[in-house]
């Protein structure tokens, strides 16, 4: 069974400073897509950037992007100028390219908290 | 309404007692989820419906009974419930389950079980 990591449970960061969220998987397969949720306080997850895994290089999307190292199975979040609007919690999830109705395997969660 | 809407936003019930969460997406989706989320642990997902029809359970104890009676629709009847039950409750549809496509996510509902 796959199994996502996110081994930070909170993380600071000062506005329009750039931060670095980590996070692990374990998998067996070599196709598979990776995610980035975001929650706010407001409870409302939304998608932030996801990572095919065949594609080699890494997505991006304005202000982030991801560091994808497949051999090493790690999917970081990279928050650049960060603004008060990205505190939130963070969510990296798995899926499975294989199959139907592959689900997303979610990790725990990081708080990340932004200093004005 | 635009997205997934959930009502109710909070509901506090005794382990008596019978509620139904509700799930509306007004996306066109062919695919709604309930997922379960507590402090401190990852999102669990608890059913998959794809096109109304139920497409995987996470061995979820029967307390727990969904129900989708059209593709726009997702309902979670509780009944004798627990105190380690409470969580939030998330409903996400997507375009159909077995792709590369976004998840979009409702408010959640706040259960508390007393």
């Known amino acids: 069974a796959q199994t996502v990591t996110q081994s930070q449970p909170e993380m600071s960061v000062q506005e329009a400073e750039t931060v670095t969220l980590s996070c692990t998987y374990d998998?067996?397969?070599?196709?598979?897509?990776l995610f980035w949720y975001k929650q706010p306080p407001s409870r409302q997850m939304i998608l932030v950037i996801r990572?095919?895994?065949?594609?080699?290089q890494n997505a991006t999307e304005n202000r982030f992007s991801v560091n994808f190292q497949k051999a090493a199975k790690s999917f970081s979040l990279k928050i650049s100028d960060s603004q008060l609007g990205d505190a939130a919690m963070y969510f990296c999830?798995?899926?499975?390219?294989?199959?139907?109705?592959?689900?997303?395997?979610f990790g725990k969660g990081i708080t990340l908290s932004v200093r004005p | 309404e635009t997205g997934v809407t959930q009502t109710p936003r909070h509901l506090v019930m005794g382990m008596t007692n019978k509620k139904s969460l509700k799930c509306e997406q007004h996306?066109?989706?062919?695919?709604m989820y309930w997922y379960k989320q507590s402090a401190k642990k990852p999102l669990e997902l608890m059913f998959v419906?794809?096109?109304?029809?139920?497409?995987e359970n996470n061995s979820v104890p029967s307390r727990f009974s969904p129900e989708c009676p059209n593709s726009s629709h997702l309902f979670l009847h509780l009944h004798t419930l627990q105190p380690e039950d409470s969580a939030l409750y998330l409903c996400?549809?997507?375009?159909?389950?077995?792709?590369?496509?976004?998840?979009?996510f409702g408010p959640g509902t706040r259960l508390t079980v007393l």
């Open positions: 998998t067996s397969e070599s196709d598979y897509y």
């Open positions: 996400a549809s997507s375009q159909d389950p077995a792709t590369y496509n976004e998840q979009f």
């Open positions: 999830a798995y899926r499975s390219a294989a199959g139907a109705n592959s689900k997303l395997t």
């Open positions: 419906y794809s096109l109304e029809e139920r497409v």
């Open positions: 996306l066109g989706h062919n695919a």
């Open positions: 990572q095919e895994a065949y594609k080699q």
